[in-house]
């Protein structure tokens, strides 16, 4: 039995931090956690200071087989299987150092990510645990087509599906608009017909998956929910600035009337905000969607829509795998409290990602993923980036190299 002893903890679910915690682990699970800091004989101690437990973070979106360059998709059609099993095995590294112990792929080529899932799972130092989507559903040119995802038509996108669950996915992942990464697709504007959208739900049901939506727009969002979506990807309800010099548009349209269908039908928003910092300046339109960004976050917590924190990791030089803690502090920087962002990368997202049996929280019966950080995240959103310990199933794994 592993006794890890701190000065504080966050569990993933209460309100506050337990003080001079004892967690003990053993077969890889926790078994009991212990306020008073109190050592049960014959443990095997692990006194990791003057730190706080945390959850081991899930990221809700992340992109293994992208590298981050500044030419992601090309070196990924570039590399065979194996070159890029081995960046996706990397990258696994990476997010697990930073603290992130459960990662959801949503778009991989060939299913890829499937094998890592094996390999982590065999090997909990190997990486984190992986949950796969597979190659999201597109049509011909549509977002990330290159991935070899692209179906159209009900009875297309029916057996799409039915590939996916044959294959042994965890979540379905819809394009529902384009988006910036490919050029000639519109972030904009719906690729799916409502009957489209409607199969891949119903048939993503039928086998009992949960199915998520890539979405950026209003219009995006409001097909995915009219559908039956569990989840939307990005949702940050952003239009088409068609002339730079009216500065009344803002590019975002938080429409009210959605984000209520959302919260009535426990539709999830997976957030992907922040990056690291010392980038290049946004464009002027991304510039220009800031304020609206902010207020249309304010909306969101007004409305009670469930919010979750995905990194997006891998897509751009700015989001770096091993960047997610980035995307907790941007949270709060959106105007979240330290806790509901804390919230949003554990518990939150371990439930909306269907593992809250054994992820996001530190109790009896839950893995023993625990990430330790110096200070209080609670007083300090920004102590997230100082992992001092990663422990995967009860397995010290890290930060090698912290962010």
Same mark, same amino acid.
């Given at each position: 039995? &592993?006794?890890?002893?701190?000065?504080?903890? $966050?569990?993933?679910? =209460?309100?506050?931090?337990?003080?001079?915690?004892?967690?003990?682990?053993?077969? =890889?699970?926790?078994?009991?956690?212990?306020?008073?800091?109190?050592?049960?004989?014959?443990?095997?101690?692990?006194?990791?200071?003057?730190?706080? &437990?945390?959850?081991? $973070?899930?990221?809700?979106?992340?992109?293994?087989?992208?590298?981050?360059?500044?030419?992601?998709?090309?070196?990924?059609?570039?590399?065979?299987?194996?070159?890029?099993?081995?960046?996706?095995?990397?990258?696994? !590294?990476?997010?697990?150092?930073?603290?992130?112990?459960?990662?959801?792929?949503?778009?991989?080529?060939?299913?890829?990510?499937?094998?890592?899932?094996?390999?982590?799972?065999?090997?909990? +130092?190997?990486?984190?645990?992986?949950?796969?989507?597979? /190659? /999201?559903?597109?049509?011909?040119?549509?977002?990330?087509?290159?991935?070899?995802?692209?179906?159209? =038509?009900?009875?297309?996108?029916?057996?799409?599906?039915?590939?996916?669950?044959?294959?042994?996915?965890?979540?379905? #992942?819809?394009?529902?608009?384009?988006?910036?990464?490919?050029?000639?697709?519109?972030?904009?504007?719906?690729?799916?017909?409502?009957?489209?959208?409607?199969?891949?739900?119903?048939?993503?049901?039928?086998?009992?998956?949960?199915?998520?939506?890539?979405?950026?727009?209003?219009?995006?969002?409001?097909?995915?929910?009219?559908?039956?979506?569990?989840?939307?990807?990005?949702?940050?309800?952003?239009?088409?600035?068609?002339?730079?010099?009216?500065?009344?548009?803002?590019?975002?349209?938080?429409?009210?009337?959605? &984000?209520?269908?959302?919260?009535?039908?426990?539709?999830?928003?997976?957030?992907?905000?922040?990056?690291?910092?010392?980038?290049?300046?946004?464009? /002027?339109?991304?510039?220009?969607?800031?304020?609206?960004?902010?207020?249309?976050?304010?909306?969101?917590?007004?409305?009670?829509?469930?919010?979750?924190? =995905?990194?997006?990791?891998?897509?751009?030089?700015? #989001?770096?795998?091993?960047?997610?803690?980035?995307?907790?502090?941007?949270?709060?920087?959106?105007?979240?409290?330290?806790?509901?962002?804390? !919230?949003?990368?554990?518990?939150?997202?371990?439930?909306?990602?269907?593992?809250?049996?054994?992820?996001?929280?530190?109790?009896?019966?839950?893995?023993?993923?625990?990430?330790?950080?110096?200070?209080?995240?609670?007083?300090?959103? +920004?102590?997230?980036?100082?992992?001092?310990?990663?422990? !995967?199933?009860?397995?010290?794994?890290?930060?090698?190299?912290?962010?």
């Amino acid at each position: 039995m &592993l006794a890890i002893r701190a000065a504080k903890l $966050f569990d993933g679910i =209460g309100p506050g931090l337990v003080e001079r915690p004892v967690v003990l682990a053993e077969g =890889g699970r926790v078994v009991a956690v212990h306020p008073g800091g109190s050592v049960p004989a014959g443990a095997e101690l692990l006194d990791l200071g003057d730190v706080t &437990l945390l959850p081991g $973070f899930v990221d809700t979106h992340v992109h293994l087989a992208f590298d981050a360059s500044d030419d992601a998709v090309g070196r990924l059609r570039r590399a065979d299987d194996e070159e890029l099993l081995d960046r996706m095995r990397e990258a696994g !590294r990476a997010a697990l150092a930073a603290g992130v112990t459960t990662v959801r792929d949503l778009g991989d080529r060939g299913y890829l990510a499937l094998r890592v899932r094996e390999e982590t799972a065999k090997d909990p +130092t190997a990486g984190p645990t992986v949950l796969a989507s597979g /190659p /999201p559903i597109t049509t011909a040119r549509g977002h990330c087509w290159f991935l070899g995802g692209r179906a159209e =038509g009900v009875d297309a996108i029916r057996a799409a599906v039915r590939e996916r669950a044959e294959r042994g996915v965890d979540v379905v #992942k819809v394009m529902v608009t384009g988006g910036d990464l490919t050029p000639g697709s519109d972030p904009f504007h719906v690729q799916y017909s409502h009957a489209e959208l409607l199969a891949a739900v119903r048939e993503a049901h039928r086998h009992g998956l949960p199915v998520t939506a890539h979405a950026h727009s209003a219009a995006g969002i409001a097909g995915a929910v009219a559908a039956g979506f569990d989840m939307v990807e990005h949702c940050f309800f952003v239009t088409e600035i068609t002339d730079e010099s009216d500065e009344t548009d803002t590019g975002v349209d938080y429409d009210r009337r959605i &984000l209520d269908d959302m919260v009535r039908l426990g539709v999830v928003a997976s957030l992907t905000l922040g990056a690291l910092p010392g980038g290049p300046p946004p464009p /002027p339109r991304i510039a220009r969607r800031l304020p609206g960004l902010v207020a249309g976050m304010a909306a969101m917590r007004e409305a009670g829509v469930g919010v979750v924190c =995905g990194s997006d990791s891998g897509i751009f030089p700015v #989001k770096a795998h091993g960047s997610h803690p980035y995307s907790v502090v941007a949270m709060a920087d959106m105007g979240f409290g330290p806790l509901e962002a804390l !919230r949003a990368a554990t518990s939150a997202a371990a439930r909306a990602c269907g593992v809250a049996c054994r992820k996001g929280c530190i109790a009896p019966g839950f893995d023993a993923d625990i990430v330790a950080v110096a200070g209080d995240p609670l007083a300090d959103i +920004t102590a997230v980036h100082a992992v001092t310990a990663v422990l !995967r199933e009860g397995r010290r794994v890290g930060p090698e190299k912290p962010l």
